[in-house]
C-alpha cells in the first residue's frame, strides 16, 4: 500500500499499485512528444477506484478535471465515494494529472523557487480591478510581459520540456492509456475507446481529444463547457455572458428565501439590488481602513476589489455561497467590512504556474490578446457584458499574462485546425451538458461546441451555477 506515487516506478505498461486504502495507482511512462518519441518520456499519475461490480473488461470512465492546472488525482480521492455512486458499480472510475500537474511531468516553475520574486511580481502586477484608477490597465499590461519572460528564461536554464504540457499532448495521453488499459484486458488496443466525464477545462481536453480521434470516442460527457476556439485563441469571451444573469438571481432568490433565511432580505428583489448598488458604489469611492484583526498584526485596507472578488467568488458555487454572501453584505451595510479583508488578494491566479503555463503554450501561435488595444479592447467588452463581474474578470483570468511567452514547441504539440473548422463525426454521439444560467461556462459555449460535432446533443439542467458544481 502506497500513498503517494514518488515510490511507484513509472512504466510504459499499465501498471496498478495499491494506494490510498480503497484505490490503486499507477504511473504511466508517455512519450514527450509523440512525432519524436526519441526526445525521452515523462511520468502521468493515474488513479483508479474499481467498481464494485466491474470487472477487467469494464469500462473505465475517466473523470478530466478542470483548469486548467486541476488535479484529478484529488477529484478521484476527495469524490470518489460520489462519483461511484453516480456512474454506478459497473464502472472504474479513473482520473489522472494532466502533465505539469503537482506530480505529472514535465513541471515548471517559472520563478524557479524565488518566492520574493513571485511576490514582487504579484505586488507590480495584481493591483485591482482593472479600471480602478487611470492606470492601472496600463500597469496590468505591460507588468505582464515580466512573467513570460521569466517562465521563458526557467525553461531555457532549468526545464527544456516545460511547455510540452499542451492540451492536444494530454489529448494523446489519454489515448495512450486506452490503448494501455485494453492491453492489459486482453483487447485490441487499436479499437480501445475513451469513456470519459470532463468537466470545465476538462471539456475542452475532450473536445480536443474528439477532434483529434473521433473514431476513438466511445462514450463522452463534456459538462460546463468552455469554447475551446475561443481557449485556443486566449479569447475567453463567452466566460461573462451569464454572471449578470447570476448576480440578478442572488436578489430573487434571497427575496424568495425570507429574513429567515436570508440575511439581506428586502421587501422586494429591486430593494436587495438596490442596496447591494449602494455598497458597490460606496466601496468604489471610498475603501475602508480596518486594523486590530484576530491573527492579523498589520493594518490593511478593504476596497472595491475586495468586494468584486466576493461576487466572483460566490457565482460559482450560488447555493452555498449566496447565503454567505447576504450575511457579508449585511454586515457590510452596517459598517463593518471585516469580512471582505483579503478576498481580492485570495484569487491568487498567479500562486502557482501549472495553469497559466498550459493555457500560454496552448494559445502562443493564435493569441489574439497581445497588444496594448486588444486589451482595453477585451476589458471594454467584459465590463459592457457584465457590471458585477467585468472589471475583475481580467485580472482574474490573467489571460494577458500570455502576450510575452515564446515557446518553441513542434507542430505535434499544437491543435492543427480548429475545432470548428473539423466536422468529423465521432464514433459515439458527444453529450455536452449546462445549466440555463452558468457564469463561467454558459450554455451558449455548450451550444457552440457542439454545433462542431455532427450528432452530438446538449443537455439542460433548469439551475443557477457552474453545472459541476
Not at 502521468?44 to 473488461?57: D, R, S, Y
Not at 458499480?89 to 518566492?115: A, E, H, K
Not at 447565503?323 to 500562486?351: T, W, Y
Not at 498550459?358 to 493564435?366: F, G, K, M, T, V
Amino acid at each position: 500500500m502506497v500513498y503517494g506515487f514518488d515510490s511507484i516506478e513509472p512504466s510504459e505498461n499499465l501498471t496498478w499499485t495499491p494506494c490510498f486504502e480503497n484505490f490503486t495507482c499507477s504511473r504511466l511512462e508517455v512519450p514527450l512528444d509523440y512525432s519524436n518519441k526519441g526526445l525521452g518520456t515523462t511520468p502521468i499519475p493515474f488513479i483508479k477506484l474499481a467498481g464494485k461490480n466491474a470487472t477487467i473488461e469494464s469500462p473505465s470512465i475517466v473523470v478530466i478535471p478542470g483548469g486548467p492546472g486541476g488535479s484529478g488525482v484529488e477529484i478521484l480521492l476527495e469524490s470518489g465515494a460520489i462519483a461511484a455512486q453516480i456512474f454506478g458499480g459497473q464502472y472504474n472510475l479513473v482520473s489522472f494529472d494532466p502533465r505539469g500537474v503537482n506530480g505529472s511531468g514535465p513541471s515548471l516553475n517559472c520563478f524557479s523557487g524565488n518566492t520574493d520574486a513571485r511576490s514582487a511580481f504579484i505586488q507590480k502586477h495584481s493591483t485591482g480591478v482593472t479600471n480602478i484608477s487611470s492606470s492601472s490597465l496600463e500597469e496590468q499590461f505591460y507588468s505582464s510581459s515580466i512573467y513570460g519572460e521569466w517562465c521563458d528564461d526557467a525553461v531555457k536554464n532549468e526545464s527544456p520540456y516545460g511547455y510540452y504540457v499542451t492540451t492536444p499532448a494530454v489529448a494523446h495521453d489519454l489515448l495512450t492509456f486506452v490503448e494501455a488499459e485494453a492491453e492489459v484486458a486482453g483487447q485490441s488496443p487499436s479499437d480501445a475507446k475513451l469513456w470519459c466525464y470532463g468537466i470545465s477545462y476538462g471539456t475542452v481536453i475532450g473536445s480536443t481529444f474528439a477532434s483529434m480521434f473521433p473514431d476513438r470516442v466511445g462514450r463522452m460527457v463534456l459538462d460546463g463547457v468552455i469554447n475551446a476556439e475561443q481557449y485556443y485563441e486566449n479569447q475567453w469571451r463567452d466566460n461573462v455572458d451569464q454572471m449578470d444573469e447570476a448576480m440578478g438571481k442572488f436578489s430573487s432568490l434571497c427575496h424568495s428565501a425570507g429574513p429567515e433565511r436570508c440575511s439581506f432580505w428586502g421587501p422586494t428583489p429591486a430593494n436587495i439590488t438596490s442596496r447591494l448598488d449602494g455598497i458597490v458604489s460606496q466601496l468604489h469611492n471610498h475603501p475602508v481602513p480596518v486594523s486590530g484583526l484576530p491573527n492579523r498584526d498589520l493594518p490593511t485596507l478593504v476596497t472595491y476589489s475586495d468586494l468584486k472578488a466576493l461576487f466572483l467568488d460566490a457565482i460559482h458555487t450560488p447555493l452555498a455561497t449566496f447565503p454567505i454572501m447576504a450575511d457579508i453584505l449585511r454586515q457590510v451595510e452596517g459598517g463593518n467590512v471585516s469580512a471582505l479583508v483579503g478576498k481580492f488578494a485570495g484569487l491568487g491566479s498567479v500562486a502557482t504556474d501549472a495553469g497559466l503555463v498550459i493555457r500560454c503554450a496552448d494559445s502562443y501561435r493564435r493569441n489574439n490578446l497581445t497588444t496594448i488595444e486588444a486589451f482595453k479592447s477585451y476589458v471594454e467588452y467584459t465590463v459592457s457584458k457584465t457590471k458585477y463581474i467585468g472589471d475583475i474578470y481580467p485580472i482574474y483570468l490573467e489571460s494577458i499574462l500570455c502576450r510575452s511567452f515564446q515557446p518553441e514547441l513542434p507542430d505535434s504539440m499544437m491543435i492543427q485546425d480548429l475545432i470548428s473548422e473539423l466536422q468529423k463525426p465521432t464514433s459515439f454521439p458527444v453529450l455536452f451538458a449546462s445549466n440555463t444560467i452558468d457564469p463561467i461556462t454558459p450554455l451558449t459555449s455548450a451550444s457552440k461546441i457542439s454545433s462542431r460535432f455532427p450528432g452530438s446533443v446538449v443537455i439542460q439542467q433548469e439551475a443557477v451555477g457552474v453545472s459541476h458544481y
